[in-house]
């Protein structure tokens, strides 16, 4: 009888399982932002791990955009807005890519100052500095390359392996109470608004969930991946969820207690020093690092084929015109990191403002491409999928209300 190697088994298991992932770890990157950082902390800090059942929420909405961005783009014989194009014509095309590019400038400011801060906090220097040499780097590995996605699948990966070292060191420094982390899952009323929705705001990215579908094509996968696109989809989101947890959990042990209050994840980074030691102050910085720059590459590259693709000059990440865009938005973003420094308001209002219609829209549209027969076939949405995301559109347009009350007021 032939004997069957276990451990040969299970790493070609393993093996099997890691080349399966891809298109979700950069989806998960681009989405874990500065912005995702600094929630986290606040959160913890605020409320201790009362609100990690909105976490919960928020990683069923966004792996079901996700996991549906990905059908699309295995399924679909075209590109996203080539297919929106085609069903609903040129008018919503152009404007979702426009609403997408308008997006991620907006928020391009804040992961260039991000990449600047934590550079400039490890090794000294201004924040202009930093983001004018990460700016050429990041031109560099875009134009350099005849495949983006496949450089770009690296960096990401790379980058998310970087936050997932750095933030659970802090984590297994600290030894938090379990039993009180998980009483979080379960509601305990809505003590605070406002994280609520920063936390769906930085965490559910109707955008990045699009650009799952240029990110399959990308990686070549077609009907036969479609398991394996699906996997990676809601693996991705688990880590981006994860990496979110990790961080609130810290910053509910370490500075919840003791009643310290932080502005941004920097903060935070300054105040781990002097209670866990030197070594977590700069694990946390480079773990900053890590997701600034993640965003920094990422949030361009999503808003520029998302734009070159809705004016229909060119439908994938490699194409000419996408590379120009997402270059615009990374030059832009610098340029006004340079002049804002460390205070991005005025970009973060025009993203602010540009989300509270574009939002809706593409997730609207999301939804209706993903019932769509022609389109994902047998893979449409069924009555849980629907369910979540009506239910996601419902609270897209309810931040989008609350936001534009809050911009007018």
Known sequence: MKQIDVKTGNKN???????ALGPGIVTAAIVFGPGSATTATQAGATLEYSILWVYVAAFIMMATFTRTGALIGVLGEKSLLTLVKERYGSILSILMGLAGF???AGFQTGNNIGVGLSMSALFGGGISVWAIVFTVVALYFLWSSDNVY???????MLLVLIMIITFFANLFMIHPNVGRVLSGVLPKGIPNVGLITAISGTTFSIAAAAFQAYSVKGKNWDK????DAIFDALVGIAILVTISVVIMVTSGTVLFPRGIK???AMDMAVQLQPLLGASAKWLFILGLWAA???SFIGNAMVGGTLLADGLGIGDSMNSKWAKIMASVIMVLGTLFASLLKANPVQMLVMAQAVTIFGAPLMTIVMVLLANDEKI???YKNNWLTNTISIATICWVIFLSIRQLILLIG
């Open 150 to 156: 496949k450089i770009l699948e690296k960096i990401m």
């Open 376 to 378: 994902v076939g047998k």
């Open 292 to 294: 600034s720059f993640s």
């Open 102 to 104: 308008l997006i991620c």
């Open 262 to 264: 932080v502005k941004s």
């Open 13 to 19: 298991i393993f093996l099997r399982l890691l080349a």
């Open 224 to 227: 036969k991946e479609i398991n």
